[in-house]
């Protein structure tokens, strides 16, 4: 870590970079601790990621306590000590005990703190509805993310927080082996040295740089085929400038990644019938796993981006685009396609992507094998197979279970193309269970914290749906432990 002898434009308490959840609540909460803030955002408006938050993960909430049980017969609201351990476990051990802490002791207070701006939860629930390993922890606000972020901005705005806009941080200033500033551009490209007390890095992470991806995560060979289907902005920032400063990585490679149909937006109905648990096949014309795992977006995302290039084709016949317009979808995608949603646009989106040319379709198994591309022979093979597994209500290769096994039959057939869309990144740089950066040897790099999907800590290799709201919860929670810590380190307490 070299020293810079920097004068400064202007000088702050705190200053944090990123304007999404994690960064607004970190920046509320030094403001109302009488620090003098400053948050930079590099985008022309504030959200980040955050904005296309559905729910909050939280434990032993008011909320929760208010229901005393979900809705669900048999079910519970977990407690902290079931969420410790299911973070823990599903992480295969390599979370981080005193960041996993940090999150079950504080994501209630997150509730609380949200319903005193006016928030309302309109109910604690789970993300998937047929998926038996979900914790109830989903607490799902009115207005959802947007919404939050909304209130959020307005009370930074009357806590006094200065807020700059299209001002992207470039690197942090150090001296002595502290962290002292950042220098940005402002909204014309002119360089700002501004000195702080405090740094926290809230840019989230690097999901949206294909390169970084490529290099950090585990997808290094589909990274150049993932499909950003949320217009978000996070690049990594935040983790080039700690890297530069010598802070060290966590579980580097953990993505959260969902299948969408390319080219399509999460809320199309093309892209909501491709991720129900229907026929999936890789560009070999074969099956690879059992389509349940459409339940989870994170596992389901998982299994495809492994597929050659990323590539995966959902195979429905003229039945199952029926059943889906009339009945209703199988599985739910959260808010984006709700639980048994009628995907009444299904069939207009079809013949609109197929003339398009990003869907496919044929009268035959056969004309829709050519279409796509596929191997006849065995594309017909595993159709064939498929069918009889249908028939017989039983898979033998995959065991997908018989409620979702629905025949591929009657014509005409579509292919969607669906593709793995990284949302965030969920693992990167190391903290300690203050938020703290630290360096190569765990030891804490003065004045710089990261929090959100900035930070490590919570996960191993894939983001955790079995706690849903985990991404949102840790940002709100993180945001704000590292901004009262800094707090108790400059009045020396």
Not at 105 to 110: K, P, R
Request: hydrophobic share 35%.
């Amino acid at each position: 870590m070299a020293d810079q002898n920097i004068s400064f434009d202007v000088e702050y308490d705190l200053v944090v970079i990123g304007g999404g959840g994690s960064g607004k609540s970190a920046a509320l909460t030094g403001a109302q601790g009488g620090l003098r803030v400053a948050l930079l955002e590099k985008m022309a408006e504030t959200g980040g990621s955050s904005i296309y938050a559905e729910g909050t993960a939280a434990f032993e909430s008011s909320e929760q306590k208010a229901r005393k049980v979900p809705n669900h017969e048999g079910k519970h609201f977990p407690t902290k000590e079931e969420g410790f351990r299911r973070y823990t476990d599903y992480s295969h051990h390599r979370a981080n005990p005193d960041v996993v802490r940090m999150q079950v002791d504080n994501t209630a207070e997150t509730i609380d703190i949200l319903k005193s701006m006016g928030i309302v939860y309109t109910d604690v629930n789970i993300y998937a509805y047929d998926q038996p390993l979900e914790l109830y922890t989903f607490h799902r606000p009115d207005g959802l993310g947007a919404r939050v972020q909304e209130v959020l901005l307005r009370a930074c705005i009357n806590a006094g927080v200065d807020i700059f806009t299209s001002t992207p941080a470039k690197k942090l200033l150090t001296s002595g082996g502290a962290v002292t500033g950042v220098q940005a551009l402002d909204s014309k490209g002119n360089i700002m040295n501004i000195g702080a007390k405090a740094v926290i890095l809230a840019s989230g992470g690097y999901g949206n740089n294909p390169s970084m991806v490529k290099k950090y995560s585990w997808l290094h060979r589909s990274a150049e085929y993932t499909y950003q289907s949320v217009p978000t902005e996070n690049t990594g920032d935040g983790l080039t400038m700690a890297l530069e400063v010598g802070a060290d990585t966590e579980n580097l490679g953990s993505v959260m990644i969902i299948p969408c149909a390319r080219t399509k937006t999460l809320t199309s109905h093309v892209s909501g019938a491709g991720s129900q648990p229907v026929l999936w096949v890789n560009k070999t014309g074969r099956r690879f796993a059992s389509e349940e795992v459409a339940m989870s977006f994170a596992d389901a995302g998982n299994t495809i981006a492994k597929q050659p290039e990323g590539v995966v084709y959902a195979i429905i016949d003229t039945d199952t685009v029926n059943h889906l317009m009339e009945e209703g979808s199988d599985i739910g995608l959260g808010d984006f396609i709700e639980y048994h949603m009628k995907l009444t646009r299904l069939q207009v989106e079809l013949d609109q992507d197929v003339a398009e040319g990003i869907a496919w379709k044929g009268d035959t198994i056969e004309e829709l094998c050519k279409a796509i591309g596929l191997d006849p022979a065995v594309f017909a093979a595993t159709v064939a197979e498929y069918n009889d597994a249908c028939d017989k209500g039983y898979d033998p290769i995959f065991y997908k279970p018989a409620k979702f096994l629905r025949p591929v039959r009657k014509g005409p057939f579509y292919a969607i193309n669906m593709a793995p869309s990284v949302l965030v990144s969920d693992g990167g740089i190391r903290v300690n269970g203050n938020l703290q950066v630290t360096d190569k040897d765990y030891q804490p790099i003065p004045g710089l914290y990261a929090v959100g999907n900035e930070a490590s800590g919570l996960f191993g290799d894939t983001y955790n749906l079995d706690i849903p709201g985990t991404a949102n919860g840790f940002a709100h929670a993180s945001g704000r432990v590292a901004a009262r810590h800094v707090i108790k380190t400059l009045k020396g307490e």
